[in-house]
């Protein structure tokens, strides 16, 4: 039987659609319950800013426990380095080298000449393989380059040392037999290829994506990268239900678990769920549809509290004053959507005088060690300590948290994002707990993210303890 790896895009994915809304915390529940179902891989998208993203890839090379992490390096010596430096702790991490093939793509998106891209492909591939054990070369758009070209590209790439290659139909206008005929086509021109990994990535434009995947397989490839949602890739769940129904009969198996995979794709309804993500995804159910917040100059303290309260809070007049101040002022000439609203509502609203402050701390992570924290918090003169591991630094940190105080609140969302750019970008960081079923916030920045997001946490921690006395 041979063997089928499953490499899920519904991360890489998430990063390209404008209606998609997957917080941190999502993100990472996405990540575990994949590794959970045994999906081969899970690729991230590539870094747009190495602080706030870094995190999150840092963060997911710790927490998984079987499964690789990717990650898209640019085309850049200096974004590879990068990169690498998020994947590395990952138990077994990779870098993809993803470039156009097609020569439209390659003027138009790249503006970079085809054999100028001939030579990058290579240079930028040996570099990698410098850095990690396992590189892979993405042909994108594959179907609508020179064959000619194609072939030089991907030979370039074996020869400076990808240990896998994976051939895009970006546009999805292949039928199956086309695309079957392709690699079949490639196998032939390209004799390495049968002791290297081979992958697919084919678009669903014409509802074909999972046809032309395993028309592939039929051909050689031992690959078929998916995503949750099937929005652009292969739907994972229709993939793994031709395995499980048809995988006998064409000699092809996986390691993805059947039993458990109903369960797991209804804890992962919020990243299938494009109108969850384009309202709530934090407090939405499946099936229900919740408008998006909307609010502008001209809003009233009505709008605002009715839109505060679809977020889950509960805010007292004087409060609900002060976040319909602070909306009209930020909206002047443009809109204010839920996750502003959200910081808004963290920064004004419930300011009350800090029971902890942080003193400092000390969070160490890696791929050989679980992540731990050692934190510091001052109450009332006291200085407690609190130290714990978890799932990667953030979890740690939170956990350490708790210790000190003695409490574990539920932690109902947690966002980061860069608020300024370059090297010592401001990260901005928000936590919402929940307690006794109420919605409290809280805002932290720094240039490390992993301290924005323990004063966030602590933040938050001072309003719940300021009204629960």
């Given amino acids: 039987m041979k063997d089928i790896r499953i490499i899920d895009m519904t991360l890489k994915e998430s990063a390209f659609r404008a209606d998609s809304t997957l917080s941190f915390k999502e993100k990472l529940a996405v990540a575990r319950q994949l590794d959970r179902l045994g999906v081969a891989c899970i690729e991230c998208p590539q870094l747009a800013d190495a602080k706030t993203d870094g995190l999150l890839v840092r963060t997911l090379a710790t927490m998984l426990k079987d499964c690789e992490l990717s990650i898209p390096v640019g085309l850049s010596a200096e974004s590879a380095k990068e990169a690498y430096a998020a994947v590395s702790s990952a138990k077994t991490p990779r870098l993809v080298v993803s470039v156009p093939t097609s020569a439209a793509q390659m003027e138009y998106l790249s503006h970079v000449k085809p054999a100028a891209m001939l030579r990058l492909i290579g240079e930028l591939t040996a570099f ?205 000439g443009r809109g204010i959507n839920e996750n502003e609203l959200d910081a808004i509502v963290a920064t004004v609203a419930l300011a009350v005088p800090p029971t902890y402050k942080l003193v400092d701390y000390v969070i160490n992570s890696g791929n050989v060690i679980t992540p731990t924290a050692n934190i510091r918090l001052e109450r009332r003169g006291e200085i407690l300590q609190g130290l714990s591991s978890g799932d990667g630094p953030v979890d740690a940190a939170f956990r350490a948290v708790e210790r000190v105080t003695g409490h574990h609140y539920e932690l109902d969302d947690f966002q980061i994002q860069s608020v300024t750019e370059g090297r010592e970008a401001m990260g901005n960081a928000l936590v919402r707990l929940r307690s006794n079923g109420k919605l ?17 946490y602590v933040a938050a921690l001072n309003k719940i303890v300021y009204e629960e006395r």
């Fill in 128 to 332: 990698c393989r410098t850095l990690c054990p396992r590189v892979e070369f993405s042909a994108e758009d594959a179907t609508r380059a020179e064959r000619a070209y194609l072939i030089s590209a991907i030979r370039a790439a074996v020869e400076a040392g990808a240990t896998s290659v994976n051939i895009c139909d970006s546009a999805g206008v292949m039928l199956p037999t086309e695309f079957s005929a392709l690699i079949a086509e490639l196998y032939a021109e390209i004799p390495a290829l049968a002791e290297i990994e081979v992958t697919v990535q084919c678009a669903n434009e014409m509802n074909m994506a999972v046809a032309n995947s395993f028309a592939a397989a039929a051909c050689g490839a031992v690959g078929i990268k998916t995503s949750v949602s099937g929005a652009v890739y292969p739907r994972l769940d229709a993939v793994a239900q031709v395995l499980r129904l048809r995988g006998e009969v064409m000699g092809m198996t996986s390691r993805l678990s059947m039993t458990e995979f109903k369960r797991a794709m209804k804890q992962l309804w919020f990243a299938d769920s494009q109108a969850a993500r384009a309202s709530d995804v934090r407090t939405a159910v499946p099936g229900e549809e919740k408008p998006a917040v909307s609010l502008g100059a001209m809003s009233t303290p009505a709008d605002v509290v009715e839109a505060v309260k679809a977020l889950g809070y509960d805010l007292s007049e004087e409060d609900a004053a002060k976040v319909h101040e602070e909306v009209v002022r930020a909206a002047k």
């Fill in 440 to 456: 409290y916030s809280g805002k932290g920045v720094s240039t490390d993210i992993i301290g924005a997001s323990i004063r966030a």
